[in-house]
């Protein structure tokens, strides 16, 4: 692209958590950029702050100081309402636990977010059908959770994560609960969506091999990136 | 747009258990409530029904009831020759002088010897009071120690059967006849001929006069003159007014009752939808976290919660106007302090007491789910999805 914009821009960012009266850094003073198509893998040990910067990314978290620009958009500026709409329409979940509704259906699930949108039934239902293709759980439309494998359950995550079509997917430990074959199955299909779709996704992951399966990979150790 | 209805549904369907008995507790209280206001409304159909709107009805002045009125004879006569008195077929004055006694009969059932009002009655009594008929046997006589006894009577207490006799006032009177009178205060009388009974409690003077107005509203005009009048010490109201004014102390009580007793259960009640909502809200905090994360704004979490409590109020409000519904059944007969004697009434139930009945259930389930879903609309997104 011309203007090539940076899906994400990051700049002099710093959060901090109070724990007991005691002031407990957990990202000082960072700043990187995550271009629009790139699959990138944060890592790092245990309280290394690289969820905390997934949750900042993502609009969930609000940062100390520091300027955060997704798609363009300074999101610290926002409000409250106006954070939650801006989530519904540029950013997909993908969460260690998958976060289905237990007694939504594999369908209303996916469909949840499309509710957020201008969309008519007919068009949802549509969408709907699409993503569930797409993540290869046609037939599995009016299954319960419970009726799902973890994978499947995953997949149906992926699928209502991709449905609104957002400018960045994020992922926070999405193989973390799969065992081999079903991580497997996920990390293929992350790929996919990545290189075919052209998905900006940013997966924070203790696991090596799924990080392999990144673009590009940073590290974060105590708040700072390493390299 | 918000979270769909059926989300909260479906979760109320998920935790039957607890859905059911936090509804039950609702529908109990629903219960009380309505049946409360039914039997009041009952108690005032039933003494309003006994009125005639075009009846006036006279007593001595503030006697407030029948048995504590005097209308003494010269009394009487000024009243029976207003103008304002309609006239019958044959040119008759539609007037009743009427004496009120109270006598004891024991109840059918437990033995008890209850109050029962005991009316003599006028030539014109029957014609002033048109909803009333004989349903089996005959009228009494004229001049003859008979009675008739009211339907409510008749099937309530022991030797009220066509053909037996009853003692009071000193001597036997033969019961001749039943009659119904519309679920009106009269059904739970005994009447008899008005001289008769004056001469068996010697009685000189009448306890009350009812008389038909030819115009009904010429009434504020005949109380107007009858009250400046200085021989007069008298009540004079429409038949309606008076009636109604004996169901006052009874459904005074009854209402003010009923109102103390749903408020105090009706906070058991929702305390109960509070701590199952709250309970709900702690085993879904990761959902509520996740339908922030995908752009639901803090409004629809609230609204979603106050559905679902609002929900369990309406289901507890459902069964409970179904339960009390069947309370038409009942037939209640009891004391009447106004009167100091038994009336019978019934529960009813009429469409303003099921719509307050229900709007009094979702008000429950409303502020009982209101602290518990004001939490989870204030949840922090990051928090709650740690609640994993």
Sequence with gaps: ?227 | MTIPLFYSLRNLWARKLTTVLTAAGMALVVFVFSAVQMLDTGLRQTLIATGQEDNIHVTRRSSNAEISSIVDRQQAAVIETQPEIALDANGVRLVSKEVVVLITLPKRETGVATNVTTRGIGLQGFALRPQLQIVAGRSFQPGASEVIVGSSIAQRFAGAAIGSQLRFGGREWRVVGHFAAKGSAYDSELWVDADQLQQAFRRNAWSAVVARLADAATLPAVQARLSEDPRLTLDIQSEQRFFEGQSKALSNFISYLGMTLSIIFSIGAMIGATITMYAAVATRTAEIGTLRALGFRRSSILIAFLSEAVFLGLVGGVVGVMFASLMQLVHISTLNWQSFSELAFDFVLTPKIIATSLAFALMMGLLGGFLPAVRAARMAIVDALRAV
């Design chain 1, 1 to 227: 692209m011309a203007n090539a914009e940076p899906a994400v821009a990051i700049r002099h960012l710093s959060k901090s958590y109070r724990r007991g009266g005691q002031k407990v850094v957990v990202l000082e003073d960072m700043s990187f950029d995550i271009q629009a198509g790139d699959f990138v893998a944060l890592m790092g040990p245990s309280g290394s702050g690289k969820s905390t910067l997934l949750n900042l990314i993502a609009g969930i978290d609000r940062p100390d100081q520091g300027e955060l620009r997704i798609g363009g958009i300074d999101i610290n500026v926002l409000s409250e309402s106006e954070l939650a709409d801006w989530r519904a329409r540029h950013v997909g979940f993908i969460f260690q636990f998958y976060n289905l509704m237990p007694v939504l259906t594999a369908f209303e699930n996916v469909e949840l977010p499309l509710l957020l949108t201008e969309l008519n039934a007919r068009e949802r239902r549509e969408h709907v059908q699409l993503a569930l293709d797409m993540v290869g759980l046609a037939d599995r439309v009016t299954h319960y959770p419970s009726e799902l494998s973890g994978g499947q359950q995953q997949r149906v995550a992926i699928a209502r994560a991709i449905i609104s079509d957002p400018t960045i997917l994020v992922a926070d430990e999405p193989t973390g609960d799969l065992d081999r074959v079903a991580a497997e199955d996920i990390l293929a299909l992350m790929e996919r969506l990545n290189r075919e779709l052209g998905k900006t996704i940013i997966m924070v992951t203790h696991d090596p091999q799924a990080a392999q399966r990144a673009r590009s990979i940073k590290h974060l150790e105590k708040g700072m990136l390493v390299d």
